[in-house]
């Protein structure tokens, strides 16, 4: 390898340790002026807005000007989006503590761990699709869940990938402090945007092979 080349990733892999030890600072500092439970949904979705410009190259984008006017935007919706979310897990949580302690049929804690499986699977797609896509809150939910359902596998990768970043990150507590939530939102993001543009070439792909019997009805050959 080169010595400018080798110089060149170096670079590269320190602009990254920069920038996502930065946005995993703002991160923190307007997830606490949210009081933690109003500011990490916000937070989180600013969060996912200045990644998804970094991986569409737009690396020079004004990450603290981004991160505030997302936060302050989306403060309300994703509140909306993400409270409801946070109450059904503390609700399936009672129920596994009432499960524990008293019991439960066989029936009742298949249907609990299908509800877990569901709530999990729906959250790994619920807030790149606030971020990615346009939508009422309602409408951002069902196609979380169909999405999910559809893309299992990436779902699937999504948390074993976030899992692994959580292990490998508080084996050294120090790089969790710097790099938690902006490295698992890159990787989660970068998974879901590839997953999104496969359906949408595959509905592309669709809609033209339909399409075609159309224009040759129209202009026989």
Request: charged share 10%.
């Amino acid at each position: 390898m080169k010595p400018n080349s080798f110089m060149e990733k170096l670079t590269d892999v320190f602009s990254w340790m920069t920038k996502l030890a930065y946005a995993h600072f703002l991160w923190m500092i307007f997830s606490a002026a949210g009081l933690i439970v109003f500011g990490v949904f916000p937070a989180t979705a600013a969060l996912m807005i200045v990644c998804k410009k970094w991986l569409d190259g737009e690396s020079s984008v004004p990450v603290f000007h981004l991160f505030w006017r997302s936060y302050r935007l989306s403060f309300f919706s994703s509140n909306k989006m993400g409270l409801p979310y946070l109450a059904a897990a503390l609700v399936l949580y009672a129920n596994f503590l009432v499960i524990q302690e008293n019991g439960a049929s066989l029936i009742m804690i298949a249907a609990f761990y299908l509800a877990v499986f569901f709530l999990i699977i729906t959250g790994t797609h619920l807030l790149p699709l606030y971020a990615l896509r346009k939508g009422s809150i309602l409408q951002i939910w069902k196609s979380a869940f169909m999405m999910s359902m559809v893309n299992l596998p990436i779902s699937i990768a999504v948390l074993i990938s976030q899992s692994a970043i959580y292990y490998l990150l508080f084996s050294y507590p120090s790089a969790a402090l710097f790099f938690l939530s902006s490295t698992l939102v890159i990787i989660q993001l970068w998974l879901i945007q590839h997953s999104f543009n496969r359906i949408e070439r595959k509905a592309a792909a669709l809609r033209a092979k339909q399409a075609a019997p159309a224009i040759q009805k129209t202009y026989p050959a």
